[in-house]
């Protein structure tokens, strides 16, 4: 796996992949990797004739207060892990690689990256879709892969994409989970073990209100509130927000006829954590 530590490293790969006409896939990451990044990784190799991923923590993305100081760094157990995967370059920039001094232009995706997280977390999706645009500006990347864990996320990204022509196609993978249920996250690292027996309400709640959309049940609001209810039976006290959306675009919808998403975000101690589950409708 070759290493590339600057915009002009970077820019020699990307030139020499595009004289031999390969095909490049892209798996941006804040690092602390796990499956689930991984998984991004392998499937990129299947379908990619070249992969590079990118280890950046975007200081943008965080919020005051937020745990960008002690989000888990871990760059050479990543670096093995990713060649394992069967990753072929890793962009590593630094801050001034990414923002030129002076930088002023910000990517904003509205009012998408204000609903959800967005609502919890002003300015994230402005740090995220900026920081993926100029990544996707230097990567140049035919294919670009993320995870639906982060559903929001990847609405916005795809949103941005179409919405300012970028020549890339997003693909959103499955999320990877602990056998427990518990989806895979580099915030995990901060749960205590009975934090990370209190994390499963999370899968729990989806798993229940999945049942009870099999079952017939099609309220969105009555969904909700089923979800609500069982994050608190755990003693899950602090959440953000339980939102039944129209899948792929998150609008908003009370009845639906066809699976929608459930999303969650809500605190167990002092981590956040998110979780989502497509419901489907069943026979
Ligand atoms: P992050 O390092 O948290 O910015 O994540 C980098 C990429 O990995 C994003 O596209 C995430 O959605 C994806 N990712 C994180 N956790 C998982 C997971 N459990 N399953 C699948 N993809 C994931």
């Given at each position: ?73 871990q760059e050479a157990q990543d670096r093995a ?203």
């Amino acid at each position: 796996m070759e290493l590339l530590n600057t915009r002009e490293e970077l820019r020699r790969w990307v030139e020499q992949h595009r004289r031999e006409g390969l095909i490049t896939g892209f798996v941006p990451t804040m690092g602390a990797l796990h499956e689930g990044h991984l998984s991004l990784v392998r499937q990129a190799a299947r379908t990619c004739d070249r992969v590079i991923a990118s280890i950046f923590v975007n200081p943008t993305q965080f919020g005051p207060g937020e745990d960008f100081d002690r989000y888990p760094r871990q760059e050479a157990q990543d670096r093995a892990l990713l060649e394992q995967a069967g990753c072929h370059a890793l962009f590593l920039p630094g801050v001034a690689d990414i923002y030129p001094p002076g930088q002023q232009t910000m990517v904003r995706v509205e009012p998408l990256g204000s609903e959800l997280c967005g609502a919890f977390r002003p300015g994230h999706f402005q740090g995220v879709a900026t920081v993926v645009a100029i990544l996707f500006n230097l990567v140049q990347p035919r294919f670009a892969f993320f995870g639906n864990k982060d559903y929001q996320q990847v609405a916005v990204i795809r949103r941005m994409a179409a919405d300012l022509a970028m020549p890339v196609e997003i693909v959103g993978l499955p999320t990877v989970r602990d056998a427990d249920g518990l989806a895979l996250s580099s915030r995990n690292a901060y749960l205590s073990p009975p934090e990370r027996a209190q994390a499963l309400a999370l899968s729990h709640a989806l798993k229940a209100a999945a049942a009870a959309v099999r079952n017939g049940e099609r309220d969105g609001k009555a969904v909700e509130s089923l979800a609500r209810q069982v994050l608190t039976d755990h003693g899950v006290e602090r959440i953000d927000y339980v939102a039944v959306r129209r899948a792929g675009t998150l609008e908003a919808v009370e009845r639906f006829s066809e699976a929608p998403v459930l999303l969650l975000a809500a605190h167990v101690g002092k981590t956040r954590l998110i979780d989502n589950m497509i419901l489907s409708l069943g026979k």
